[in-house]
């Protein structure tokens, strides 16, 4: 076998793999989109099965020949192929540490867990959801100690998201902006508050669907390759570049909830649509890591989004759909946009006191992988951690441990992204204004420039470069949460006025 020959069958391999992945996924999207609540017995079976067959596909004798192969000739590579090499090596690794039967059993548990996540949430109940979660614990600690065993398993859990990431790192992130935010919070809570009223007028649900097509066209979607659903949680999910869902929760008396979770997912999806074609259908289509994915959301969503010049953008279409909002000023929206106050819900959480949502999960996770709190407990930790980071009461399940999803997914390790996400988006916020005027390109309309500058650092590289190369390329300098806080500083100062 040539080399050339060998790289045809890769592809053709990685073909068969993204139509499995392409099956389940679109079965996944279905089930938590619209499908009745006991097809997720049936759908589960269905994506046993599929699981099982890629598992084959993936790991069989002539894919693991074809990859040693490949790795016998890496010096007669070209760059992607080596990198596809390499991301094929690690994940094999990691469906090698546990049997065909264990990974089917470990499929269909992540079915299970969504749906019953879903009607625990639904009736507040944690103990519902108690014994699902131990075992995405349970699992989550045998992939960890099969994969890794050389590591601690929590960070094998925070690599499995953000390459390279660790608990050591993530402690000196959250010191950081723990030092500064706390403070900025405290300073923020002794001003004047904005009104937010204009945030609580009644916005129909059928307007708020029209606002959600605007905005996806006014942060450059092309329709044609991104479709929009309902869920409990939004979450994006991508088949390919030339199919990305995004979904959103509409609130009829808080129409801003949906507006941002539409802007936030549709940056994952503006990443998704953006990777260069040729990585279609191979290891090397998709976002590189998570957090960079949440680099282009949080930056879509905060830094374009909460922008007062992006506000000022959408605001006669939200008032022809909503005309009560018209009551308001556009600087009383943007203030209740950018009002910052210590709350529940992560998802709604204002730029300031997000990261504080993000360290209670992160306190948790380690605490729960290497196994010091007791399962049944979680809520009781949940609810103290939320009163003494962020000084707020919990009610309920609903809206405390159970209003994220990542869990019943196994996405543990994960949270930290969304803090790294916020802060990689604000040094590329100061590294595009070095070559754009960023406040009169976004009251213009037209978002073309930014996006470009976004796609040729970024998204066209898929998954092709490491994690840091990436970075590297978009910042041109060492990554520094300074930036990030230096932006929380300057709008809190800009919105309260001190």
Known sequence: MTVTEAKEKLNELELREFAY???MGILYYDGTTGAPKASSIPRGKTMGVLAGEAYKIST????????????????????????????????????????????????????????????AKEKSDYPMFEPVLKKVIDFTKLFAE??????????YCLDKYEEGLTMAKCDDFFAKLKERIVPLVKRVQEAEQPDDACAKVFFPIEKQREFSDILMERIGIPRDRCAIGETEHPFTTDFSRNDVRITTHYHEDAFLSSMYSVIHEGGHALYELGGDERFSYTGLSGGVTMGIHESQSRFFENIIGRSREFIGLIYPDAVRLCPELGKYSVEQLY???NKAEPSLIRTEADELTYALHIMVRYDMERQMINGSVNMKELPEMWNALYKEYLGVTVPDDKRGILQDSHWAGAGIGYFPSYALGSAYGAQYLAKIRESLDFEKTVASGDLKPIRDWLGDRIWKYASSKKPEWILNNAMEAPFDPKYYLDYLEGKMKDVYGF
Do not use: C, Q
């Not at 991301?87 to 990974?103: I, M, S």
């Not at 099969?146 to 960070?155: C, T, W």
């Open 146 to 155: 099969k994969v890794a065993p050389e590591k601690s398993p929590y960070d």
């Open 60 to 119: 069989d004798k002539e894919a693991v020949s074809l990859l040693g192969f490949l790795r016998e000739h890496a010096d007669e590579l070209d760059a992607d192929t080596l990198r596809r090499v390499e991301l094929r090596e690690k994940g094999l690794k990691e469906l090698n540490a546990v049997p065909l039967e264990t990974y089917i059993e470990y499929t269909e548990l992540m079915n299970e867990a969504d749906a019953v996540w879903h009607e």
């Open 335 to 337: 203030r209740a946009a």
């Open 21 to 23: 992945n392409h099956a």
